[in-house]
């Protein structure tokens, strides 16, 4: 199941009860004869919010869509056919080990290690925002906070930090 932000759910609930009182009022209008610019002008208002709140819905859904895309992608890169040997394994454990000590040292906090890991993953701000189901905004805050605290100077020298003396 799917649950709307709330933020986007009481925009929908404020544009929903402005078209129900605005049609309400303009049936009882053209109900008691009033002249077609008010008509016109209430029907504006009514055609206007049924828009807004279709365009939430679809920007909503085409969110869902995305989520369930970067999903997928998630999961078939974890359950890839070729599986790596087993020194690529330990090297990898290692790796996660020395990454998740340093992210302790530098003091991250619980959602800029998660930013953190994703961005060492190569998602973009936009990808973890959607995974993570927050604003793009709030991600690129934590990175900037990530990267000031590792004391680099973004997204590519983070990475290389972790990566420069082993290749």
Request: no cysteine; charged share 25%; aromatic share 6%.
């Amino acid at each position: 199941m799917y649950s709307i932000p709330l933020k986007e759910f009481v925009v929908i609930l404020v544009l929903a009860t402005v078209v129900v009182a605005s049609g309400v009022d303009l049936v009882t209008d053209l109900s008691h004869g009033a002249n077609v610019d008010h008509i016109v002008k209430e029907a504006i208002v009514v055609v206007i919010s049924l828009a807004a709140i279709a365009w939430l819905l679809l920007g909503l859904r085409q969110q869902r869509l995305e989520i369930k895309s970067l999903q997928k992608e998630l999961e078939v890169a974890n359950t890839s056919r070729v599986r790596p040997r087993k020194y690529v394994l330990e090297a990898r454990k290692k790796l996660g080990d020395v990454v998740t000590r340093q992210f302790s040292e530098w003091g991250l906090t619980g959602s800029e290690v998660e930013v953190g890991w994703l961005l060492l993953k190569g998602l973009s701000l936009k990808e973890i925002a959607l995974v993570r189901n927050t604003q793009e905004k709030t991600v690129r805050q934590q990175a900037s906070s990530i990267y000031k605290k590792a004391g680099v100077s973004g997204r590519h020298a983070f990475s290389a930090w972790f990566i420069e003396d082993i290749l």
